[in-house]
């Protein structure tokens, strides 16, 4: 049974460039959220996609937007990329409807930010 | 809005003791559930423990167990017979009927020999 993946592992990137994470949730569920890790920090929730709609979405700026296709997949983009978005970032899938909605979480994509 | 608070930022264990790990939180939710998340070095986030709001008897996996303190909005972990591999961040974490997970800042448990 195939585990929640990412890709890719790392990134490098520049100021004011934009990114893309992609995330494959775990067999038989429906339902992909992001969350952003800082050093030393817990992760904080950016967004939640179900039936391929934003259905919840935490703190954070417009430069973060996602996708989720047909297939349950999902991509996280930030735009605009500042120093300060330097992180790790976490996949978790989940199934709707249970409760609770237990997210199940990926390896996750470190992003650095130069 | 939900907060939770982890107190303990690092905290030391020797092989084969029992230690517990603290956590508090705050909701307006009347149902809710709360996490334990383990994340090694490797860094994949692993569920250790759940416990629901509404049953009052603790949660138990394995070596791993809850004290659940509704009243006083508490959360801790007991880790029994420690491990080396029980050597990780580990995650407290809040989630009502938005689904979204609220964590805490972690505390980072070293197991020695």
């Known amino acids: 049974d195939a585990g929640v993946t990412q890709s890719p592992t790392h990134l490098i990137k520049t100021r004011g460039q934009q990114v893309t994470l992609r995330c494959s949730p775990k067999?038989?569920?429906?339902?992909v959220s992001w969350y952003q890790q800082a050093l030393g920090q817990g992760p904080q929730f950016i967004f939640q996609y179900y039936e391929e709609e934003e259905r919840q979405r935490g703190n954070f700026p417009d430069r973060f937007s996602g996708h989720q296709f047909p297939n349950y997949s999902s991509e996280l983009n930030v735009n605009a990329l500042l120093l300060g978005d330097s992180a790790l970032y976490l996949c978790?899938?989940?199934?709707?409807?249970?409760?609770?909605?237990?997210?199940?979480f990926g390896p996750g994509t470190r992003l650095t930010v130069l | 809005a939900q907060t939770v608070t982890q107190s303990q930022p690092e905290m030391s264990v020797q092989e084969a003791e029992t230690v517990t790990l603290s956590c508090t939180y705050d909701?307006?939710?009347?149902?809710?559930?709360l996490f334990w998340y383990k994340q090694p070095p490797s860094r994949q986030m692993i569920l250790v423990i759940r416990?629901?709001?509404?049953?009052?008897q603790n949660a138990t996996e394995n070596r791993f167990s809850v004290n659940f303190q509704k009243a006083a909005k508490s959360f801790s972990l007991k880790i029994s017979d420690s491990q080396l591999g029980d050597t990780a961040m580990y995650f407290c974490?809040?989630?009502?009927?938005?689904?979204?997970?609220?964590f805490g800042t972690g505390t980072r448990l070293q197991v020695t020999l």
């Open positions: 909701t307006s939710e009347s149902n809710y559930y």
């Open positions: 416990q629901e709001a509404y049953k009052q």
């Open positions: 978790a899938s989940s199934l709707a409807g249970g409760w609770p909605d237990t997210q199940y």
């Open positions: 067999s038989g569920h429906d339902t």
């Open positions: 974490a809040l989630t009502g009927t938005a689904s979204k997970l609220t």
